[in-house]
């Protein structure tokens, strides 16, 4: 049983589109995250909730919207997709803020 | 700014060999240190942690060295395997409510057989 799942693997759009990406876990955790690894390799939080609640919003776009409907669950919306947003992103989940993560395998988005 | 710091991006070993990873943080309050590994396609996996009260702790081939005095922390794995070869990210973070990982940029190490 995968602990924290995400689809799509890969994902390729044109710029100026609409994408979503889902992330589940089935850990019973209370933290969902999202990460961004970039071109440069870093890993960095854009998101975090705790049993649905917004609780880390890092300096990301608007076009960037977290949703998370319950606490197993945080999807990403991206507005208006931009060359840059092109980047692998992670979710995560832990018990514990900060500490103990379980990442999904990631999402490879591709802006053309 | 880069709170936590892996300044080589690659190390190569011989297989049966020390490797020794490096890493450097620059935020004296950071309450805990994690070292995560990461294959091609697949996301991190937490490897081994340590709290910045402890300077080591040991799990099977793997240790971390915590010195708070240099912000300095290493993981060292012996002997190394030819499965160890991935990338290794050093994270680290604060203890309390709505805290988050902050990672470096990760290391690539390689063990030859």
């Known amino acids: 049983d995968t602990a924290v799942s995400q689809t799509p693997k890969y994902l390729v759009t044109q710029m100026g589109n609409d994408k979503s990406i889902k992330c589940e876990q089935n850990?019973?955790?209370?933290?969902m995250y999202w990460y961004k690894q970039d071109s440069k390799k870093f890993l960095k939080i854009m998101f975090s909730?705790?049993?649905?609640?917004?609780?880390i919003n890092e300096t990301v776009p608007n076009r960037f919207s977290p949703k998370s409907p319950d606490k197993a669950h945080l999807n990403l919306h991206i507005n208006s997709l931009e060359l840059g947003d092109s980047a692998v992103y992670f979710c995560?989940?832990?018990?514990?803020?900060?500490?103990?993560?379980?990442f999904g395998s990631g999402t490879r988005l591709t802006v053309v | 700014d880069q709170q936590v710091k892996q300044n080589s991006p690659s190390l190569s070993v011989q297989e049966g060999r020390i490797s020794i990873l490096n890493c450097d943080y620059t935020?004296?309050?950071?309450?805990?240190f994690l070292w995560y590994k990461k294959y091609p396609a697949e996301g991190p996996t937490f490897l081994i942690s340590?709290?910045?009260?402890?300077d080591k702790n040991e799990d099977g081939r793997f240790t971390v060295f915590l010195n708070k005095s240099a912000k300095h922390l290493s993981l060292h794995i012996v002997p190394s395997q030819p499965g160890d070869s991935a990338v290794y990210f050093c994270?680290?973070?604060?203890?309390?409510?709505?805290?988050?990982?902050?990672f470096g940029k990760g290391i690539t190490l390689s063990v030859r057989p």
């Open positions: 995560a989940s832990s018990q514990e803020t900060g500490y103990g993560y379980t």
């Open positions: 850990l019973g955790h209370d933290t």
């Open positions: 909730y705790n049993n649905k609640e917004l609780i």
């Open positions: 935020n004296s309050m950071f309450d805990y």
């Open positions: 340590i709290s910045s009260i402890k």
């Open positions: 994270a680290a973070s604060f203890a309390g409510a709505n805290s988050k990982l902050t």
